[in-house]
Every structure is written in C-alpha cells, then in structure tokens.
C-alpha cells in the first residue's frame, strides 16, 4: 500500500509525465538503432572475433551519438554540424589501450548507425532497410562470404638465412611448421645482421578448427 501511494504523488506522477515529452518516432527510431547495433555486434563481430570487452565502447558510443544528435536536430542543427559532431568521435583514441584498424572500423560503423538513425527524415521502414544494407555490407566483406579474411601476425624470425627470394619455398615451409598457420605470404619489415633476426609480417588464413574448453571437474575432499 505504501508503494501505491508513493506511486500516486505529484512528485512521481510528473516525472513520468516526462517520458509523454518524447515522441513515438524517438523510442521507434532508438529500437531501431539499438537493434541493429545489437545484431552487428553481436552476432557479426562477437562471431568473427570473439571480443566481448569492447560491447560497452560500441553500444555507449552509438547512444550518445543517437541521443546528442536527435535532440540537437530538434532545434533545426544542419546536416554539416550533424557530421562535424560524428567526425569528432570518431577520432576518438583511447591512450591507455591501443585500437586495432577492424575494432576502429566497428566503431565507424556504430557511430554512423547512431547518426542516421537520429537524423535521417524518412519513415522507419526506410530506416530499418538502411540500416539492413551496412549490416549485410559488413556481413559480406568481413564474413568470410565475398572476401576470404586474411589475418596478420609481426614475429621476430631468427633464421635469417631464409631470408632469401630463392629461398622463400623452404621460409614459408618453416613458419607452417613453427606456428601451425596456414601462412600463405610473407613481408620483410626489418632484418638485424647483428642479431641474426628479422621482423616478419606473415599474411595467413583463419583455421576452421574450433577449441572447446571443457571445464575439469574439482574433487571435493570430505573432512
């Protein structure tokens, strides 16, 4: 009974008045946006590179960016401010931990998601099928489907007699052996004659070999 009367205040009554403030095409718009992020990250990105220690970057930034724009749009911002503010977060480094290019790039990508969802004018259809082109566009270009994904890898190689154009059958033919890689190519960054060492980006070929981790079992001991 007391949380029914407390319900009932004036107080609580007009902070939920608040929310009759925004408009349907503003919670419409943020499912929306909210869902395609979902699905890219999700189920796009999470699938290829099994990294859930970004989701809170991606989705923040997508919100911010939706919320920052649809208010701002309401108080008729042009669309030259609109990119202005979308090319400033997207410059956006963090100091402390180094971006790879594919993590900066999903970041590109949610953050225009955001952008488009807030300021684009058409109906939500059009929105949902806008946003339905960039997820298949990634799809295809980063899911093994139109492209085959090449990864890459920096080691310090130390057979640097190897590091011959003759010799570049038997080089590939020892990384194979040493890391186990399907390794297709090989670039010279560096080479150390003092050390006898090189610095070697090999281009390889995920493998369609999947580790389970099947967790031991621990032995309770009875006193």
């Not at 684009?120 to 259809?125: A, E, R």
Request: proline share 2%; glycine share 4%; charged share 20%.
């Amino acid at each position: 009974m007391i949380f029914l009367q407390d319900l009932a205040s004036p107080e609580v009554a007009e902070s939920f008045q608040l929310f009759n403030k925004l408009s349907e095409k503003f919670f419409l718009r943020l499912g929306i946006d909210v869902l395609s992020v979902l699905i890219l990250i999700r189920f796009i990105y999470y699938r290829i590179y099994r990294k859930a220690d970004l989701f809170l970057m991606f989705f923040s930034f997508n919100i911010i960016i939706f919320l920052i724009t649809f208010l701002l749009n309401k108080v008729q911002m042009s669309i030259g401010a609109a990119f202005g503010l979308f090319a400033v977060f997207s410059m956006l480094r963090y100091r402390t931990e180094g971006l790879s290019a594919k993590d900066m790039t999903y970041l590109f990508v949610v953050i225009s998601m955001g952008l488009l969802s807030a300021i684009t004018k058409g109906s939500w259809d059009e929105l949902g099928l806008i946003n339905g082109m960039i997820l298949i566009s990634v799809q295809l270009l980063d899911g093994n489907w139109l492209i085959k994904r090449e990864l890459t890898k920096k080691i310090h190689y130390d057979r640097i007699d190897l590091i011959l154009p003759s010799m570049c059958g038997e080089l590939l033919d020892d990384l194979r052996k040493r890391t186990g890689l399907a390794i297709h190519r090989v670039d010279i960054m560096e080479m150390d004659l003092l050390k006898d060492t090189a610095l070697l980006v090999i281009y390889y070929y995920p493998s369609p070999m999947k580790y389970e981790h099947f967790a031991k079992p621990v032995d309770s001991y009875a006193e």
